[in-house]
């Protein structure tokens, strides 16, 4: 149990345009999720938490506008990147939390391209 | 602001050698996590420690945590070639019940025949 997928695994998009990751929590209702970041041979970097149903919470210095995050249901997060850069390439993993269970579940990452 | 740090950060051993992993984090804590990341890959959790005097052992793992020294370990027993791969301990701070988990910058461990 508590597996967590992301699609797509990997996207390569162009300049200026937008990307849509999704997150999902198959067999549990996550009531918590997170988004991280990750660039090559770094640790995790959290960007935001979101919670179903309400505003997600960015971490000091992520761009609100730019890293759009809508948590429509306990079993699905998004992450849109917005007007992508090259300088947004990077891991992005999600995880998703139920309720009075301490553990994260990680999903298996989309690794985005930005050319 | 709670901050972790493993060393070391790079760990080259020999197979059938022992070695430990050290992660210190800066404010109070009482549930810390190590995970394993393969190249390309994302988290697979190894262990949840969520008491002070916490031990817990899988295989050739073996990881604890003392909240008072605010320091957890991992050791490797007998190391094999199928360990090599970064390691992460991640910490959730106390204050204000956060959920939020603080990373490491990882270990990595490579194993040499």
């Known amino acids: 149990g508590a597996v967590v997928s992301q699609h797509p695994s990997w996207v390569i998009c162009k300049s200026g345009t937008s990307v849509k990751i999704e997150c999902r929590s198959l067999?549990?209702?996550?009531?918590?999720m997170f988004w991280y970041r990750q660039f090559p041979k770094q640790s995790l970097m959290l960007m935001a938490t979101?919670?179903?149903?309400?505003?997600?919470?960015?971490e000091q210095g992520v761009e609100k506008d730019k890293f759009l995050i809508n948590h429509a249901s306990l079993t699905l997060s998004t992450l849109t990147v917005t007007s992508a850069h090259p300088e947004d390439s990077s891991f992005y993993i999600c995880?998703?939390?139920?309720?009075?269970?301490?553990?994260?579940?990680f999903g298996p990452g989309t690794r985005l391209t930005v050319t | 602001e709670l901050k972790v740090e493993q060393n070391p950060l790079f760990l080259s051993m020999q197979e059938g050698k022992n070695y430990t992993i050290y992660c210190n984090y800066s404010?109070?804590?009482?549930?810390l996590y190590w995970y394993r990341q393969d190249p390309g890959k994302s988290l697979e959790s190894l262990f949840v420690l969520l008491s002070n005097g916490a031990v817990k052992q899988e295989g050739r793992l073996m990881a604890s945590l003392d909240t008072k020294a605010r320091l957890s370990t991992l050791h490797i027993t007998a190391a094999v070639h199928d360990l090599s791969a970064t390691y992460f301990c991640a910490v959730a701070p106390t204050q204000g019940g956060s959920e939020k988990l603080v990373f490491g910058k990882g270990t990595k461990l490579t194993v040499n025949p």
């Open positions: 067999d549990f209702q996550a009531t918590t």
């Open positions: 404010t109070t804590s009482d549930r």
């Open positions: 979101s919670n179903e149903g309400s505003k997600a919470t960015y």
């Open positions: 995880s998703a939390r139920r309720e009075m269970v301490y553990e994260q579940y």
